[in-house]
């Protein structure tokens, strides 16, 4: 038996049978079911998948209307049509605005009229189940992406933890393979406090991205004074290791005077990470020159390469998280990160073009922090 229904609903059974009969043979897709009462058909209704309803007006207990005002109450998407022997104004205009009727047929049909009314709103009911599939289907296809995206983010998370504390291992890596040396046993408390600070390092930056990801963010700044000795030391002086490595040119002009309050740390993040995207810049080879000075009250470090630039149209967004521009590694949280930590300095961080070419990146600390 198919799937597909119409429910006739008429206290007379040869009205019942001869209707029923004519949609068999006209509808072969569909299968007739019947009802003698307006109880009897709520209840199919009930268990049953119905396509359309027709259903007499003059009934016992309950009539056409009433059952078809009650049927638009729980399953409001089933066409329904009245048919009635009644030619009554009133009574047609209450079937249309209560009970949401199709069409109000009187009696005595033509059967051509009537099977050209059935069509016509089997076919409507036909679009509007389409309708629904597509709009399920539409609303699965919208979770999937949206746990792919996810799925996808956590990935590019995951990528850029171990991007972060890639130095960090290596560090502890290599101080760990020569504590074993005999050589150097006068200095291994040196070498065990590089592995303590390297894994301490590590926690703060997953701890960091986690709070992130759960929107309530907080860099912990731990400021100390540094000088431009001390600068040079221990901000530049990684850079100038990471140059030789990657054969970058390399060069840099550290002068200020006076002592700048900075937590090392998170400024040599900034500092790795706009090294890291200097070296992505395209530029062939690589070139990177920063230059550290006073200005006033502040303390200016600029920070230039020679690649191709940044797309005007993103200078303004390339700070926000997760956005990335034409880079083949990273999610775009690096700079979105930068920003956070010169902020917490009570700083500014601003991105540029070079007429030369290439980028500039200027952050602006304050001295007195």
Not at 241 to 248: A, H
């Amino acid at each position: 038996m198919s799937d597909k229904r119409i429910l006739i609903v008429d206290d007379d059974e040869a009205i019942l049978g001869s209707l029923s009969a004519l949609m068999d043979l006209v509808f072969e897709e569909y299968s007739s079911l019947t009802a003698e009462s307006a109880k009897e058909a709520m209840k199919i209704l009930a268990e049953k998948d119905i396509s359309l309803i027709i259903s007499d007006f003059l009934m016992p207990e309950m009539d056409g209307i009433q059952f078809l005002i009650k049927a638009k109450e729980t399953y409001p998407d089933i066409p329904r049509i009245l048919l009635t022997g009644y030619a009554d104004k009133e009574n047609a205009i209450k079937a249309i605005n209560n009970a949401g009727i199709y069409y109000y047929l009187e009696k005595p049909w033509d059967n051509e009229e009537l099977k050209l009314i059935v069509k016509n709103a089997l076919e409507k009911r036909d679009l509007i189940t389409e309708l629904e599939k597509k709009l399920k289907e539409l609303g699965e296809a919208q979770e999937a992406l949206i746990q792919s995206e996810k799925m996808s983010a956590i990935g590019k998370v995951t990528s850029m933890i171990m991007h972060d504390i890639k130095t960090p291992l290596t560090i502890i890596r290599g101080t760990a393979e020569v504590l074993d040396n005999d050589s150097i046993k006068d200095n291994k408390d040196l070498y065990i406090e590089r592995i303590i600070r390297a894994a301490d390092k590590i926690s703060n930056m997953i701890g960091e991205i986690l709070s992130f990801s759960r929107g309530n963010w907080e860099i912990q700044i731990n400021k100390a004074s540094v000088d431009s000795k001390s600068f040079q030391q221990d901000l530049i002086r990684p850079l100038e290791e990471l140059s030789e490595r990657y054969s970058v040119e390399f060069s840099s002009d550290i002068n200020f005077d006076g002592y700048i309050k900075i937590d090392i740390e998170k400024i040599t993040r900034v500092m790795n990470n706009l090294f890291s995207n200097g070296i992505e810049s395209g530029g062939d080879p690589p070139k990177i020159d920063i230059k550290v000075y006073n200005s006033g009250k502040n303390l200016i470090i600029e920070f230039k390469d020679n690649g191709t630039g940044i797309p005007k149209e993103i200078l303004d967004s390339i700070f926000t998280p997760f956005f990335t521009h034409g880079k083949m590694k990273g999610i775009g949280l690096g700079l979105a990160i930068c920003n956070e930590i010169v902020s917490r300095h009570n700083g500014t961080i601003k991105a540029g073009n070079l007429e030369t070419g290439g980028a500039i990146f200027t952050i602006t600390l304050p001295m007195e922090g």
